[in-house]
């Protein structure tokens, strides 16, 4: 037997039953329905996992079963033929990629190795706040949050955060915009040769676009590499170009290689090629450009709801770190126990991917009695696990960092109560760079500046809607003074 779940209308199935908040609306049809719920959405089978319990299921005791992704467009068009890695389906081509991403891309050395570039564009941030609050502004610290996210992210994967010869900035928001609109073809397939929404038009126009982009960071690098390669053979030196190589450089010193030199089981070795790199590379900036940023606006927007828990976190930076000089990413980061809390909660209450991505199963099998097809779209709705007072108690609506005083619980991906990186083999592989971002981000704000909500505005009036898109934001942005309160 099926999931129970509600009746379906023909053709369009539940679609009707989304809004504008599907994890909401998922949510209240689960407490109707149970927490392995089958729906669906367009002509895809779905099934909707609303409890910890259930998540554990999908997503490790079966998680081979449910490790692969959907077909979409999106990742036909603007992925090269399906060559990314995060909308790739389960098989040896994904777990290559992922195996190269998680190792040289974002494993902890590399995550360490930017810590300067870090440093300097928080640096830079801190100082538009400095004076902005010396002149009495308020800021759209939304705005100013995910600009900053944004140059930490072209910078380290593309090595530059403008280029004269193009719009680099706006041909990635266009890329964003088009990824994040909701797309009927990959719910009803069989109108994707119609384009009623003119999306598979968006998708060829921007594709052109982003790999002209891509293209022409590709020959700058390598051009500095051939360049560096003559010096070295007069000099005898080796190694990159740069003091700490960008994913463009490091992806050049594996191109036209196997994907995975150790694999002997295959026949004919994947190798990597001109495609997979700019794949990879939007990748990698589609997953990092806006998720560390969003996480920091909740939390900025839960502090200032919650003077208490502001003025906690000011007193732990404050005995750690002093006032006389700023944090430190190494030395001062694992000291700050209420930081990680607060970090957590807010995570809980705002995952930035409600309902993960949609994985697809790979054979029929059984879950906790139930019949899931293969092909169906798993959806974990990891926003309402997160609210799930079973788990969290009668208070797990509330903003309440102190829950995780003398708790285990971490977001690690092996306590399914909370999961916003996901858990099991389609985990997030960035979960580190992430979380540092996030914590090193919302401990320079909270240190140096005491933060005022605009005259009038009450912190319980603080609007907290959201928006769902590639990440699931705040609506509004969030507006308010700072007062800088170091001594240097
Ligand atoms: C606060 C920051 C971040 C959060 C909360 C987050 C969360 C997530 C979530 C929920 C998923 C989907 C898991 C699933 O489908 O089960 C995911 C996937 C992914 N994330 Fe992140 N992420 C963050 C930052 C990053 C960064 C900085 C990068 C890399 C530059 C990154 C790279 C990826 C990739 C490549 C995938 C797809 C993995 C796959 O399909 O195998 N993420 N992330």
């Known amino acids: 037997k099926l999931p129970p779940g509600p009746w379906s209308l023909p053709i369009i199935g539940h679609l009707h039953m989304l809004g504008n908040l599907p994890h909401r609306s998922l949510q209240d049809l689960a407490k109707k329905y149970g927490p392995i719920m089958s729906l669906r959405l367009g002509s895809i089978p779905t099934i909707v996992v609303s409890s910890p319990k259930a998540a554990k299921l999908f997503l490790k005791t079966h998680d081979a079963n449910f490790a692969s992704r959907p077909r979409y467009q999106a990742s036909e068009y603007m992925y090269y033929g399906s060559k990314g890695m995060g909308l790739a389906e389960y098989g040896p081509y994904w777990r290559h990629t992922r195996k190269l991403c998680t190792l040289q891309l974002l494993c902890p050395s590399k995550v ?186 909740w939390t900025l927007a839960e502090l200032l709801r919650q003077p208490r828990v502001m003025k906690n976190l000011q007193q732990e930076l404050e005995s750690v770190i002093g006032k006389d000089r700023m944090v430190d990413e190494f030395t001062d980061m694992r000291k700050l126990a209420y930081l990680n809390m607060v970090v957590n909660e807010s995570m809980r209450l705002h995952p930035i991917a409600p309902l993960l991505f949609p994985h697809e199963s790979i054979n029929d099998t059984t879950v ?55 858990s099991g083999r389609r985990a997030c592989p960035g979960l580190q760079l992430g979380l540092i971002t996030v914590r090193l981000v919302v401990a320079h704000l909270v240190h140096c500046f005491d933060w005022e909500l605009p005259t009038g505005l009450q912190p319980q009036d603080l609007d907290m809607s959201e928006k769902f898109s590639i990440s699931m934001m705040k609506a509004n942005h969030l507006l308010a003074k700072p007062t800088y309160r170091l001594h240097m």
């Open 112 to 297: 360490e190795a930017f810590a300067p570039l870090r440093r300097e564009e928080i640096g830079l941030l801190l100082q538009a706040l400095k004076k902005a609050g010396e002149e009495g502004q308020v800021v759209d610290l939304s705005e100013m949050i995910y600009e900053m996210n944004e140059d930490i992210t072209y910078r380290m994967v593309l090595g530059c955060k403008r280029d004269d010869r193009f719009d680099l900035k706006g041909i990635i928001h266009e890329t964003v915009l088009a990824l994040a609109a909701f797309n009927l073809a990959d719910v009803l397939p069989s109108l994707g040769a119609i384009d009623i929404q003119g999306i598979t038009r968006r998708f060829k126009r921007n594709s052109k676009k982003i790999d002209q982009l891509l293209e022409t960071i590709i020959q700058d690098h390598e051009q500095a590499r051939a360049a560096k390669n003559t010096r070295s053979t007069t000099t005898g030196q080796q190694g990159h170009y740069h003091e700490e190589a960008d994913f463009v450089d490091v992806l050049l010193s594996l191109i036209n290689k196997p994907l995975n030199p150790n694999d002997h089981n295959e026949k004919v070795p994947l190798i990597l090629d001109r495609e997979n790199v700019k794949a990879i590379l939007l990748d990698m900036i589609i997953a990092a450009y806006e998720t560390s940023a969003t996480t920091v606006v």
């Open 368 to 422: 906790d009695g139930y019949n899931i097809p293969k092909k169906s779209r798993i959806i974990v709705n990891v926003w309402s696990i997160g609210r799930d007072p079973t788990a969290w108690s009668e208070n797990a609506e509330e903003f309440y960092p102190e829950r995780f005083m003398n708790s285990n619980v971490d977001l690690l991906g092996h306590d399914f109560q909370l999961i916003p990186f996901g």
